[in-house]
């Protein structure tokens, strides 16, 4: 695995888009299995009260010590890290995001829908950088070529809601809290802590309140549905409580390692603490003391799937990948359904494979499960071609290739790898008509 590619922990990957010129600023994904699946379950009733299924929606999490949060590309609701490290408990993660999903129930989603809705979501955060600097610069052709140039500003404008919608999406928020039986109160206590910042200059405002305008009036008007609220002393569940200090301890000890020993004191022995210390051991590539952590997470709940994550994780990026594919196998074992653990699982697979059909096979095996979960994952269908390739497979090889380059937005290289799989492919087969597929969608897209 390649530093410049992919970096993960404890299933926090890293996938560095550069948008543009080399020199353009990457855009960086966390992805995790743990903190997607919590912050989802917090939000189920309130997706169901919405009239949406929780598989509708996607929760991605952007690095950055920024604090927002926007939606983009259809039901994509993508949160800064920074807005999570400011959140002091899982209420306040959850008024967030229903006020988000009442901008995708509003249908106040932002330009460029239908294009960001067939793409990755590393390439929609790249138009969305190329999009803030067409309007910088007043050139609409400039979206596909000019994200190295894009300005914050610019950005920010692009993603900004109107003063209506803010408050369309207050009221369809506390509205679906309210019918899922959830105290609503976190949405203004976390709108509380920004409420200074619309008197300061634009320049030190965090990018939530330039992007969604913060007034008195808002912030009123939510006080008063929370105080009407018949859950407004309502307390949240003590495993969401727990969930939330793990998220701040992975998100701690991956962004922030050096920081890390002065968060959680040397008495502090809580599963979170230890998590922090481990992951900010692997990121200061401490091994021994990294891995010697990592047994002690196992040893302390040995039916923890992320905790075997984290060690395959570790081994893995550590240069020992054979001894990863035990503990990944774990994990899978403990949980079937995890679709990230699997694509990691399948990529050690790959790396001590050599030429071996059977392992090549099992990988291929393991990135098909994961694909229904993943379907807009250009990694796997990477990993996928490597596999395809090393078996001989050259058909299908390239089939996949043609499917990642279409997540990213490379048309051209996308049509040509397709025309060459569906040459190989056996006429009838799923994978021909897929090859097909992805050239009839080229075609009808084009100008």
């Not at 299933?11 to 960086?28: D, N, R, S, Y």
């Not at 408050?167 to 105290?183: F, G, I, P």
């Amino acid at each position: 695995m390649m530093i410049c590619r992919f970096l993960s922990c404890l299933g926090l990957v890293l996938v560095l888009l550069f948008v543009g010129m080399p020199a353009a600023k990457a855009q960086t994904l966390i992805r995790d299995t743990e903190i997607e699946d919590d912050i989802r379950g917090w939000l189920t009733p309130v997706f169901d009260a919405a009239g949406m299924s929780p598989d509708q929606v996607n929760i991605i999490l952007v690095q950055d010590s920024k604090i927002n949060a926007f939606v983009a590309g259809g039901a994509n609701i993508f949160i800064y890290t920074g807005l999570l490290q400011k959140t002091e408990n899982p209420g306040e993660v959850v008024g967030v995001v229903a006020h988000e999903l009442g901008h995708i129930t509003g249908g106040h989603l932002i330009r460029g829908r239908e294009k960001m809705e067939e793409a990755s979501y590393e390439s929609i955060l790249g138009m969305i950088v190329g999009a803030g600097a067409a309007i910088a610069s007043g050139d609409g052709g400039a979206m596909a070529t000019i994200g190295a140039g894009a300005s914050s500003m610019a950005q920010r404008k692009f993603l900004s809601y109107s003063r209506t919608f803010e408050s369309s999406a207050d009221q369809a928020a506390m509205k679906y809290m309210e019918a899922a039986a959830v105290n609503p109160s976190g949405l203004e206590s976390f709108l509380k802590k920004l409420e200074g910042e619309e008197l300061r200059p634009t320049s030190q405002q965090s990018e939530y309140v330039q992007t969604h305008p913060l007034t008195r009036n808002r912030i009123d008007s939510i006080d008063a549905r929370v105080q009407t609220s018949a859950y407004k002393t309502k307390t949240y569940p003590p495993e969401w409580i727990a969930q939330h200090k793990m998220m701040l301890a992975k998100l701690n000890g991956f962004i922030t390692p050096e920081q890390v020993a002065w968060i959680y004191d040397d008495r502090d022995h809580s599963r979170e603490a230890i998590t922090a210390r481990a992951i900010a051991a692997y990121r200061m590539n401490q091994i021994p003391t990294a891995l010697k952590l990592a047994d002690q997470l196992v040893a302390l709940e040995p039916s923890n799937p992320y905790f075997y994550e984290l060690k395959g994780q570790m081994l893995m990026d550590f240069g020992r990948v054979k001894e990863s594919l035990s503990p990944y196998q774990k994990a899978i074992s403990l949980k079937p359904d995890a679709s990230l653990i699997r694509i990691s699982l399948a990529h050690a697979q790959i790396e001590t494979a050599g030429q071996n059909p059977t392992t090549l096979k099992a990988a291929i095996q393991n990135l098909t499960l994961a694909q229904k979960d993943e379907p807009r994952s250009p990694r796997l269908h990477r990993l996928m071609a490597t596999a395809y390739g090393r078996m001989g497979d050259e058909p299908r090889a390239k089939l996949h290739l043609a499917e990642e380059a279409l997540l990213q937005g490379k048309t051209d290289y996308a049509k040509s790898q397709a025309e060459q799989a569906k040459a190989g492919l056996p006429a009838g087969s799923s994978d021909r008509i897929r090859a097909e597929d992805i050239l009839n969608f080229i075609n009808t897209k084009k100008p």
